[in-house]
């Protein structure tokens, strides 16, 4: 059998790159009561509630929970108070990072350094927003974090959120990469999933929020990445192109 050799890593980025949960549940709780809505998320519900990808829908799915003797006549209220309720906490968040809210897990910008030095690829695959992206990465890498990247695939171009695989599909298309020549980088089930959708063999790092969830399949589950490295990762990719259990 021809052996795929690992050619790109594709990193999911909240829960993954960073610890942002606490942060964006932070920024939830901020716009809420901005708009003074009767709502507070504790870290029980947002755990619960990160079974659903994307901000916008997380506060539909909690709103129609909440509010579903409400009906909306013109058919865009909802929307439109979901949409004013995620700008701003999307521009709460970016405050929040700014001022050094948010750090990047362990080990994951060793690893990149160590990929880029090796000649590996490097993408994000996510359904966050640009800004979000954008405010973590500048951070943390600085203005010239794009590129760092040769794909950056978001929410402004993946519609359908996770577990869909669209946004690796996405990746794989515009890398011009089988997905047999990659790694994902996950945190949660619905990453997992995608990713692995996608035909893509995926190391998972939980949080505290997502440490429950669904990881089989997964190539590897790993606590976070200070001790990964290069060599382990390929060995981990040939194992899953021979077929070998993690």
Request: proline share 3%.
């Amino acid at each position: 059998m021809t052996k795929t050799a690992m050619l790109a890593l594709v990193f999911d980025v909240d829960g993954t790159l960073a610890d942002t949960e606490r942060t964006h549940l932070a920024a939830f709780n901020h716009a809420f009561a901005e708009e003074g809505l009767p709502w507070h998320w504790d870290e029980a519900l947002y755990t619960e509630l990160l079974q659903i990808s994307g901000g916008k829908e997380r506060i539909l799915h909690y709103w129609r929970r909440m509010r579903a003797d409400v009906v909306d006549v013109t058919g865009t209220g909802v929307r439109e108070t979901v949409q004013r309720l995620h700008d701003i906490k999307t521009a709460a968040y970016e405050a929040m990072v700014q001022d050094g809210a948010v750090h990047m897990r362990p080990g994951v910008l060793h690893l990149m350094d160590e990929a880029r030095r090796r000649g590996i690829g490097l993408a994000i695959a996510t359904t966050t927003s640009p800004v979000n992206i954008a405010a973590l990465l500048r951070r943390a890498i600085g203005p010239d974090w794009r590129l760092q990247f040769s794909v950056v695939a978001d929410a402004s171009a993946a519609s359908v959120k996770k577990p869909h695989p669209q946004v690796y599909l996405q990746v794989l298309d515009k890398m011009k990469l089988p997905a047999a020549a990659c790694l994902a980088f996950e945190d949660s089930g619905n990453g997992l999933r995608a990713a692995t959708a996608a035909g893509i063999a995926t190391v998972v790092t939980p949080t505290a929020f997502t440490q429950d969830h669904d990881f089989s399949g997964a190539l590897r589950v790993v606590a976070d990445l200070s001790r990964v490295r290069v060599a382990m990762l390929r060995e981990w990719h040939t194992a899953a192109s021979a077929g070998v259990a993690a």
